[in-house]
């Protein structure tokens, strides 16, 4: 998988805010639109049958490449759950900055409960554009699809970045990803991080993308629900010294290293409890960064037994847990 740097722009208009492919064609084109694209019609939304449709091309792409996303700063949701998830944290805080584009419906399903309030366009598919649109294998289950808004809570900082405040709210906790690439492990990580009620996450360069579609599926709608920014080294050091933050880096201890690592412990946790930190984790494969090993203070999960580390996204839940702000 391809990884790299991540600009998502929020002035643009979207494509599909009001996709006029959700609606009835004109009177002359009806007819050949049908045939040429698969589709049918009813008073209350229009159906989509075939893959060739270009509003399904719209979608896949905007599932399988990044700068797409980029370009139209929209992703695709699957599931329910996630979808209301995401909705339910948009009117908590009433941020207008996460919205549902449109609600993609399989043929005759009913809205499901908790999306029938929504203002947004009904797009009703075949199963076999759901299959496709979805990426699954089997859609039985599957009850809805979203088209999202990327939130203006994620953020691609640049050299001229002064005010960090703007970008994280708050900044006790902190979690930093150096080179985690793996989509499955940085969505289960947005997931503990809001879960356990840390600040923001940033990423250093080398992470995948937080709206690539199994990040998405893993995070469960995470990734709509927290500061998220991705930047370089030195803006995270330029953070950390506009805080005064300390920073924290999980690796497992190991003979071979010079620098000491201590022991995640209650009594670490609760010496840290009132000092702003950023917490680092790399990825499985290539571990922490050499600028990392050098900036952070190190620190391990204790394990019985001869295994020498933890998969990521485990020991960043053990890690999250134990250092979650107590009283923020």
Not at 67 to 72: D, F, T
Not at 188 to 197: G, M, N, Q
Not at 302 to 328: H, R, T, W
């Amino acid at each position: 998988m391809q990884c790299a740097s991540i600009l998502y722009p929020h002035t643009q208009k979207i494509w599909c805010s009001k996709p006029s492919l959700s609606v009835t064609p004109p009177p002359q084109q009806q007819q050949l639109q049908q045939r040429e694209e698969g589709t049918s019609h009813d008073d209350k939304a229009k159906l989509i049958t075939s893959a060739s449709n270009p509003f399904v091309k719209h979608c896949l792409k905007l599932r399988n490449s990044s700068s797409y996303r980029r370009a139209h700063a929209s992703a695709l949701v699957v599931g329910a759950t996630p979808i209301r998830e995401i909705r339910r944290f948009q009117e908590s805080l009433q941020d207008e900055s996460v919205s549902m584009d449109c609600l993609i419906l399989p043929d005759k399903a009913e809205i499901p409960d908790g999306l029938d309030q929504s203002t947004a366009s009904i797009v009703r598919v075949s199963s076999t554009v759901m299959r496709k649109l979805s990426g699954l294998q089997t859609t039985d289950s599957l009850d809805a699809i979203a088209l999202m808004k990327i939130p203006a809570s994620f953020f691609n900082v640049d050299d001229d970045q002064k005010n960090y405040q703007k970008l994280f709210p708050s900044v006790h906790r902190i979690l930093v990803l150096d080179g985690i690439q793996d989509p499955g492990n940085l969505g289960t990580l947005l997931r503990s991080a809001v879960a356990f009620r840390w600040d923001g996450v940033f990423l250093l360069p080398g992470c995948c993308d937080p709206f690539n579609e199994k990040a998405l599926r893993a995070s469960r709608g995470a990734s709509f629900q927290i500061p998220v920014v991705s930047g370089s080294w030195n803006h995270l050091e330029s953070l950390k010294e506009e805080f005064q933050m300390k920073l924290l880096a999980g690796h497992p201890e190991l003979e071979e290293l010079v620098k000491p690592v201590c022991s995640l412990s209650p009594t670490l946790c609760d010496s840290l409890s009132d000092t702003p930190l950023c917490l680092v984790l790399g990825s499985e494969g290539s571990g922490l960064s050499e600028k990392s090993l050098q900036a952070c203070e190190l620190v391990s999960i204790a394990m019985a037994g001869d295994y020498e580390s933890l998969n990521v996204s485990v020991a960043g839940g053990i890690f999250l847990y134990m250092l979650q702000p107590k009283n923020q």
